[in-house]
C-alpha cells in the first residue's frame, strides 16, 4: 500500500505548489496593478500634449522640415496638411524660404508625452515659470498644460510683450530662459539661393570667414558686423514676433509686433592681448554695450547702459588664442553676459536679479514715438558685434528673440483680453495665471470668458517634469512606427 501512496502523495504536492504558485503570480500582477493605480493617482501620470499652444518648448500634433535652402529643422502645427488644405506653406524661421508641401501631404506627428508630478504642489508652493498641468476652469474634465506666471494676490499685466508683476517687470529663470529663447537668424543654417541677402553686414576690416567672421581691428578704431533684418518678403524690417510653428495657419503668420529683447550667441576668439570683442544692442531709445576685453589684459570686462557702467568684473573675460563661447542679452530689462556658460560680472552700479545680471529702467517713450519706430526698418531693436584693439574671429552668430506674450481680443467679443496692457488683473488668494508659451495661438486666462479668468489652487494638477515620449513618429534610424525619438528625451523648463 505504501508503494501505491507515494505517487499520489507526490502528485497532490506537485499540484498544490502549482496553486501557491498560480495564486502568488496572481497575487503579484495584483499589487503591480494597485501600486501602478497608486502610482498614477497620486505620484506621477503621463499626459500627451494635444495642441501647439506650448510651442516650441512642447510641441503637439506637428509636421518637421527642413528647409529645402539653409537645411534648418523646424515644426509646423500639423493642422492644415492634409491633402487639398490650401493653407500658406510653412516658412523657415532661418532664412524665410516658404517650403514646398507634397500634394498628399506630409507625415504628421503626435504630440509630445510628459511626466507630471502629482504630489509636489502638496508639499511646496507652485513658482513662477513652472509648466504646469491643471483641470480647465471651463471644462473640469479637461487638462490643460501652460506656464505660471502669476501667483496668489498678485495683480499681473502684459506689458510689450513682458510680464509685469505689480508693475515692475519679473526677470525669468534661466532655465525657463533658455526654453523660450526663439532663432531669428543662426549662421551655421547658410542659404544659398541667389536672393538671398547675407544678414550680418561687415564693414571696414571684417568680412565672413565661412559660417563666422573675421574682424580685423585695428588699435585706433573699431570694426563692426551689423544685423539687418528682412521680413519675409525680403524687405528690411524690424525683428517681429514670428513663430515658424505657425507659419501654415491662420492669422498673423509673420508677426504683429516689434521684438526688443534679444541675445546673440557664438564663439569668439582674441588674437592677442590688445583685442576687445564688443556686444551692442538698442532698444528703442536705449543703447547697450558689452566689453570683454583679454584676461591679464589689466582691462575690466564692463556692461554699459547708454554710456553708464552697470557691471563689471576686475579682468578680461576671454582667453587669447582659444575659441570660447559666450552669450550677451537684453531681456526682461536686465542685460546678461555670459562666458563659457558661466556670468562673469562681479561688481555694479544699481539693482541686480538674484543671478547677478545688471537691471535697468527703459528711457520713457511716447505712444507716437514708439510707432514710429516700429515702423522704421531696425529703428525699434537691432544688435551689432564688434572688435578694437586688434584681430578678433567669430566662430559662429546665433540671434535670438525672447517670447513676446501678445495682447489679445476676447474672441468673439469687443473685450480686451484679461491681464492685457490697460486691463491688470488682481488675483486673490490661492488664484494663479497662466500662458502658453505659443502666445498669438494659445487659450489661456487672456482668453477665458470666466468671472475669474484663472486657475483656482483646487484645479491644480501638478509639474510637468520631462519628456519621456518625444513626438512619437518615425523619425528614428530603424523607421519603426510609434517609436520614440530619444534625442528629444530632455526635462521641462
Request: aromatic content about 10%.
Amino acid at each position: 500500500m505504501a508503494e501505491t501512496k507515494q505517487p499520489d502523495l507526490q502528485k497532490s504536492h506537485e499540484r498544490r505548489k502549482k496553486r501557491e504558485s498560480l495564486l502568488e503570480t496572481l497575487e503579484s500582477i495584483l499589487v503591480a496593478f494597485v501600486l501602478a493605480f497608486v502610482f498614477r493617482a497620486f505620484i506621477v501620470e503621463a499626459f500627451v500634449i494635444p495642441t501647439g499652444s506650448m510651442a516650441p518648448t512642447l510641441h503637439g500634433a506637428h509636421a518637421e522640415f527642413v528647409c529645402a535652402d539653409c537645411g534648418c529643422p523646424f515644426s509646423v502645427g500639423a493642422e492644415g496638411f492634409s491633402r487639398g488644405d490650401r493653407r500658406p506653406p510653412p516658412v523657415c524661421p532661418n532664412c524665410f524660404l516658404p517650403q514646398a508641401v507634397p500634394p498628399r501631404g506630409v507625415p504628421a506627428y503626435s504630440g509630445d508625452r510628459v511626466l507630471v508630478l502629482k504630489f509636489l504642489y502638496d508639499f511646496e508652493e507652485p513658482r513662477r515659470w513652472d509648466i504646469i498641468v491643471f483641470r480647465n476652469p471651463n471644462e473640469p474634465s479637461q487638462n490643460y498644460i501652460k506656464r505660471l506666471v502669476a501667483l496668489p494676490s498678485e495683480t499681473v499685466e502684459l506689458a510689450h510683450g513682458d510680464v509685469t508683476i505689480d508693475g515692475r517687470v519679473v526677470q525669468k529663470t534661466d532655465h525657463a530662459q533658455n526654453a523660450l529663447w526663439m532663432v531669428v537668424h543662426d549662421t551655421r543654417w547658410v542659404a544659398r539661393r541667389p536672393e538671398w541677402t547675407p544678414r550680418w553686414v561687415p564693414d571696414r576690416g571684417a568680412k565672413a570667414d565661412g559660417i563666422g567672421f573675421h574682424l580685423d581691428a585695428a588699435a585706433d578704431r573699431e570694426t563692426w558686423l551689423t544685423y539687418r533684418h528682412r521680413d519675409p518678403s525680403g524687405r528690411p524690417g524690424n525683428i517681429q514676433d514670428f513663430y515658424a510653428y505657425n507659419s501654415a495657419g491662420n492669422g498673423a503668420p509673420f508677426g504683429a509686433n516689434a521684438c526688443t529683447d534679444l541675445s546673440v550667441i557664438g564663439t569668439v576668439t582674441l588674437a592677442d592681448a590688445a583685442s576687445v570683442f564688443v556686444v551692442d544692442f538698442w532698444a528703442y531709445k536705449d543703447r547697450f554695450r558689452f566689453e570683454l576685453p583679454a584676461k591679464g589684459s589689466g582691462r575690466p570686462t564692463r556692461v554699459y547702459c547708454n554710456d553708464k557702467v552697470l557691471g563689471e568684473a576686475p579682468d578680461g573675460a576671454l582667453d587669447v588664442g582659444r575659441a570660447v563661447s559666450f552669450r550677451a542679452a537684453n531681456v526682461d530689462h536686465k542685460l546678461m553676459l555670459q562666458v563659457g556658460g558661466r556670468r562673469v560680472l562681479e561688481s555694479f552700479a544699481g539693482d541686480t536679479t538674484r543671478e547677478g545680471d545688471p537691471l535697468y529702467e527703459p528711457t520713457p517713450l511716447s505712444d507716437d514715438e514708439r510707432r514710429q519706430m516700429d515702423g522704421q526698418a531696425g529703428k525699434a531693436a537691432g544688435a551689432r558685434v564688434g572688435a578694437s584693439g586688434g584681430p578678433v574671429a567669430l566662430g559662429y552668430l546665433r540671434l535670438d528673440r525672447d517670447v513676446y506674450y501678445t495682447n489679445e481680443w476676447i474672441r468673439s467679443t469687443s473685450e480686451p483680453g484679461h491681464a492685457t496692457e490697460g486691463n491688470p488683473l488682481g488675483l486673490l488668494p490661492d488664484e494663479f495665471f497662466v500662458l502658453g508659451d505659443n502666445s498669438p495661438n494659445s487659450s489661456d486666462c487672456r482668453l477665458w470668458t470666466l468671472d475669474r479668468p484663472v486657475v483656482p489652487r483646487r484645479n491644480l494638477v501638478g509639474k510637468s517634469f520631462f519628456v519621456y515620449w518625444p513626438s512619437a513618429g518615425r523619425r528614428t534610424p530603424l523607421g519603426i512606427p510609434l517609436m520614440p525619438d530619444p534625442t528629444g528625451w530632455r526635462f521641462v523648463h
